[in-house]
């Protein structure tokens, strides 16, 4: 079965950057959408970003457009999110998952550890 690691969280000011990086083993990577998905305390999962299985389609939630990037290298099977000019209202655990449209694809694989986003104001 896929696992799916994420990393590259952590604690910054407001206005700053951080890169989340996901690194999924299995030989299917390539063959799916993939995308980020965030969880605030007392707040359902979100949809944040995708990226098609070629990278050539790009989708981001209205909060986050403009400010993050969505990113894949298929070869090393990871799916990077850079985030630039974050808010407190950005603070979550970050996951990422294969996506359908804007939610997860459950026969991918089951959630990661996540990482911990907490921007500070």
């Known amino acids: 079965q896929v696992q799916l690691v994420e990393s590259g969280g952590g604690l910054v000011q407001a206005g700053g950057s951080l890169r989340l990086s996901c690194a999924a083993s299995?030989?299917?990577?390539?063959?799916?959408?993939m995308g980020w998905f965030r969880q605030a305390p007392g707040k359902e999962r979100e949809f944040v970003a995708a990226?098609?299985?070629?990278?050539?389609?790009?989708y981001y939630a209205d909060s986050v457009k403009g400010r993050f990037t969505i990113s894949r290298d298929n070869a090393k099977n990871t799916v990077d999110l850079q985030m630039n000019s974050l808010k407190p209202e950005d603070t979550a655990v970050y996951y990422c998952?294969?996506?359908?449209?804007?939610?997860?694809?459950?026969?991918?694989?089951?959630w990661g550890q996540g990482t911990q986003v907490t921007v500070s104001s």
């Open positions: 990226i098609s299985w070629s990278g050539y389609r790009l």
């Open positions: 998952n294969a996506v359908l449209g804007e939610r997860p694809h459950s026969g991918f694989a089951s």
């Open positions: 299995g030989h299917t990577f390539s063959n799916y959408d």
